[in-house]
């Protein structure tokens, strides 16, 4: 919850993957609280009354997954209104005359999109979903120390280059004081 809270302010990107990862986690565990303590909550070192914040976080986020029907697999509607409102600026960046550098860093990744999306067979994923899951598949793959192409990773840090940018347009555009 504070790594959560820390990253939606500073790189919504971020919070994203983070979110994901937290998911995937409540997933693990079976949306067992008594598993998430012993598995996830009880690694924080915190003060009591900061450790009762996190588990009422993560008990919110097990109710919100139940209640979305998102056990399986999928997103928490919060984190899908993220993953649309930053589509929504990378249409608008790459529709603006004024934003050549965008323009430069999608050209790059566009080609690894279509190629994602084509063998992600999922039609209605948006550009940057398609970017976010495949950022979010590697990052599993490379935890779990499996070999990785040099493709597949010249394709992620483009990935990563371009929605740094739309991270970065997003905090000046949504966040200005940041």
């Known amino acids: 919850m504070l790594i959560a809270r820390e990253k939606y302010q500073t790189n919504i990107v971020e919070y994203i993957l983070y979110m994901f990862h937290i998911e995937d986690l409540i997933r693990l565990n079976h949306f067992n ?4 303590e012993k598995t996830v909550i009880s690694k924080y070192h915190l003060p009591e009354n900061q450790l009762n ?27 899908k209104e993220l993953i649309f409102k ?6 608008q ?24 999306k084509a063998k992600m067979n999922n039609p209605e994923l948006t550009e940057v979903e398609v970017c976010l899951d495949g950022l979010y598949a590697f990052m599993l793959l490379k935890m779990r120390g499996d070999e990785v192409t040099d493709e597949t990773t010249q394709a992620m840090s483009i990935f990563s280059q371009m929605l740094r940018y739309v991270s970065k347009r997003y905090n000046e555009m949504f966040r200005p004081n940041v």
Request: aromatic content about 10%; proline content about 0%; glycine content about 4%.
């Open 33 to 36: 609280m008594e598993e998430l």
């Open 53 to 79: 914040e996190v588990r009422e976080w993560y008990a919110d986020l097990v109710r919100k997954m139940e209640k979305e029907s998102v056990q399986e697999s999928g997103h928490i509607s919060s984190v």
């Open 93 to 116: 960046l790459i529709n603006s005359l004024e934003e050549e550098r965008y323009l430069e860093h999608y050209k790059w990744a566009s080609g690894y999109i279509k190629e994602l």
């Open 86 to 91: 930053l589509n929504d600026l990378h249409l």
